[in-house]
T-cell receptor, first 116, second 112 residues
Framework: DTGVSQDPRHKITKRGQNVTFRCDPI?????LYWYRQTLGQGPEFLTY????????KSRLLSDRFSAERPKGSFSTLEIQRTEQGDSAMYLC??????????????FGPGTRLTVT | DQQVKQNSPSLSVQEGRISILNCDYT??????FLWYKKYPAEGPTFLIS?????DKNEDGRFTVFLNKSAKHLSLHIVPSQPGDSAVYFC???????????FGTGTSLTVIP
């Protein structure tokens, strides 16, 4: 299976702890996106990479959130000092920058974070 | 502020009939529009898209219509099948696809 994978699928943590999620995109895709989704809402854009460069970041993204894509392949999303409001599904998506196909994002299954 | 809106949280349709899902947007700079389907415990799956230079795009049973003057798009599924039961999200992007905005989703149930 060469789809987008995310690890872990579920994470339960206590408030104040740091957590890190990993996303492995489709291998030839050079674009990678992170989203957050809460119950009853659509995915909310967090940040976007083209290769290893982080080119867009939502103004809603707290300073406690940081993302990296060190070699232009997998990406990590870290949340420091987690708060209960961080509880959500974190989705990763990738796409290939190739004309109209640039817009077709392929999503992973997500990491469900619960902050207690 | 919600730039992409899906005002119908749910829709039920008989198998074989047409399903019409609606989406409205506010940002006139949006250049590309997409529909995604989502099953429980899975990430969204790309379904069909349309560029702002077109007003219709078809792919098998799925057709997306875009009305730029009304800032409205719709997804038509004909004929509807029970396997189409899922949550459908519309999404929009400005040129270059650097950032995507999603609606809140419509849960479609196709009744056998």
């Amino acid at each position: 299976d060469t789809g987008v994978s995310q690890d872990p699928r579920h994470k339960i943590t206590k408030r104040g702890q740091n957590v890190t999620f990993r996303c492995d995109p489709i291998s030839e895709h050079n674009r990678l996106y992170w989203y957050r989704q809460t119950l009853g809402q659509g995915p909310e854009f967090l940040t976007y990479f083209q290769n290893e460069a982080q080119l867009e970041k939502s103004r809603l993204l707290s300073d406690r959130f940081s993302a990296e894509r060190p070699k232009g392949s997998f990406s990590t999303l870290e949340i420091q000092r987690t708060e209960q409001g961080d509880s959500a599904m974190y989705l990763c998506a990738s796409s290939l920058e190739q004309g109209i196909r640039t817009y077709e994002q392929y999503f992973g299954p997500g990491t469900r974070l619960t902050v207690t | 502020d919600q730039q992409v809106k899906q005002n119908s949280p749910s829709l039920s349709v008989q198998e074989g009939r047409i399903s019409i899902l609606n989406c409205d947007y506010t940002n006139s700079m949006f250049d590309y529009f997409l529909w995604y389907k989502k099953y429980p415990a899975e990430g969204p799956t790309f379904l069909i898209s349309i560029s702002s230079i077109k007003d219709k795009n078809e792919d098998g049973r799925f057709t997306v219509f875009l009305n730029k003057s009304a800032k409205h798009l719709s997804l038509h599924i004909v004929p509807s099948q029970p396997g189409d039961s899922a949550v459908y999200f519309c999404a929009a992007s400005e040129w270059a696809g650097n950032q995507f905005y999603f609606g809140t989703g419509t849960s479609l149930t196709v009744i056998p």
